[in-house]
């Protein structure tokens, strides 16, 4: 069993940046991929970015790329999303998630937190 928190959540202008984290506790942290999804109202959940047991290797969804970077601290048992250059679409809770292996679908991941508002407002 893992539990996730995330925090950081907020109301930003367009062009402005957010950092959200999520904080891991129970079973091994390390031996998780771990994932940031998004869902806006009347939408489905979609995948945002995910990230390696090790760290080392990450996946972004298109409208990540080059703007967000997600980062784990195994030792802190934390995984991060630095959103920059954020826009009004980018408005959505979003939730971090648990899995064995990477994956870019919310199906994937056996674990979720509660999520975190975002708003961007233009």
């Known amino acids: 069993q893992v539990q996730l928190v995330e925090s950081g959540g907020g109301l930003v202008q367009a062009g402005g940046s957010l950092r959200l984290s999520c904080a891991a506790s129970?079973?091994?942290?390390?031996?998780?991929?771990m994932g940031w999804f998004r869902q806006a109202p009347g939408k489905e959940r979609e995948f945002v970015a995910a990230?390696?047991?090790?760290?080392?290797?990450?996946y972004y969804a298109d409208s990540a790329k080059g703007r967000f970077t997600i980062s784990r601290d195994n030792a802190k048992n934390t995984v991060s999303l630095q959103m920059n250059s954020l826009k009004p679409e980018d408005t959505a809770v979003y939730y971090c998630?648990?899995?064995?292996?990477?994956?870019?679908?919310?199906?994937?991941?056996?674990?979720w937190g509660q999520g975190t508002q975002v708003t961007v407002s233009s």
């Open positions: 990230i390696r047991r090790s760290g080392g290797i990450a």
């Open positions: 129970g079973r091994t942290f390390s031996s998780y991929a």
């Open positions: 998630a648990a899995a064995f292996l990477p994956s870019l679908v919310p199906g994937g991941y056996d674990y």
